[in-house]
């Protein structure tokens, strides 16, 4: 199971074992189940989707601008309402920027196959096309950490000219940024390189999209 479908289904509140399972054996999914159960309760709260008297909007035009003409002739609002409007209005824009950054769906996204070197590992690249660059995101299964004295690292290759995304240890939560596109760069891979000053690819390849 790729995290995002787990991630989905614990904030949509219909978990079951499977994603459970899933919980139980990622380390990243888990660091992140805080925010999601608050999320979650979050958009469980009734209060949340209560449909807004009339005349909100311009009560809390009013009492943004605080002017004497603003006001005039607008209800004092408590402030307990005040705070209960706040929370619900920061509660929305939580929600929404947290579920945009975990759900926004990718520019493209490619399988990425194991090789004989790591036969058990698959997954797949997602990519976002940005100002100036390309950030990915890897979702990998199969892979076990580096060893110590190496990491992984993730390359986008045209031919002989190979560019390095950074660099890895555990394959959990992988997300880089690169200056070139894919369209330019169209082979993606994954190296297993020892710490030293050789900066090109090793020979040891775990992953290629080929």
Known sequence: MKCRDARAMFL????????LD????????????GALDSVRTLLDDPALWLEPSPGLEDRVVALVSGTPESISG????SRRGWWTLGGV?????????WVGAQLASPDWRVALPGTEAAPRASGEVLGWVESGGTRVALDVEGLPPAPPGSVYEFWFTNGEIHISAGTFIEPVGVELWVG??????PRLWITL?????????????????G
Request: glycine residues 8%; contains cysteine; hydrophobic residues 40%.
């Open 12 to 19: 949509a509140g219909e978990a079951g074992q499977a994603e």
């Open 22 to 33: 899933h919980l139980a054996s990622c380390a990243d999914c888990r660091e992140q189940w």
């Open 74 to 77: 607008v209800r004092r609002v």
């Open 89 to 97: 209005a920061v509660g929305l824009v939580i929600v929404a920027v």
């Open 180 to 185: 070139v596109s894919r369209r330019d760069f």
């Open 193 to 209: 390189e020892p710490i030293d000053e050789d900066e090109s690819p090793s020979g040891i390849n775990v992953m290629d999209t």
